[in-house]
């Protein structure tokens, strides 16, 4: 496997928590018949935000390891910051969707991470 390609199954994977994420909304959408916003539905309101922070951290993360790929970052690397986020983003998912406090900051703090270090391994290939 490249590097390229460990940054593919990484992004693959978590276009799924994405889908998943989303498909979670749309079932609330059905069960409480909402269409736009959440129509004062806490159910619905936390499907919404759940998703929604997936969406924020998961595209930065996706071209973070892309770059990281073709500036030449080797394979361990990858799947190291990869192989976190993903199981990050799936312990923020349980913990935020669960009301499971610990998978929330577990995964919070693991995003944190994993993004601070590939935005120093960005860093440091750039410049060397």
Not at 25 to 31: E, N
Not at 78 to 101: C, D, E, K, S
Request: hydrophobic share 55%.
């Amino acid at each position: 496997m490249t590097a390229l390609e460990a940054a593919g199954l990484y992004t693959g994977l978590n276009i799924l928590i994405l889908i998943v994420l989303a498909f979670r909304v749309v079932g609330q959408r059905r069960k409480t018949k909402t269409s736009i916003g959440d129509g004062g539905h806490p159910e619905l309101a936390l499907a919404i935000r759940v998703h929604a922070n997936a969406s924020e951290y998961v595209p930065v993360a996706v071209a973070a390891l892309v770059a990281l790929a073709l500036l030449g970052a080797p394979l361990w690397a990858l799947h190291a910051a990869g192989g976190a986020f993903t199981f990050a983003r799936l312990a923020h998912a349980w913990g935020f969707g669960g009301g499971v406090i610990i998978g929330r900051q577990i995964g919070t703090a693991l995003t944190w991470v994993c993004l601070l270090g590939m935005a120093g391994g960005l860093i440091y290939l750039a410049v060397t």
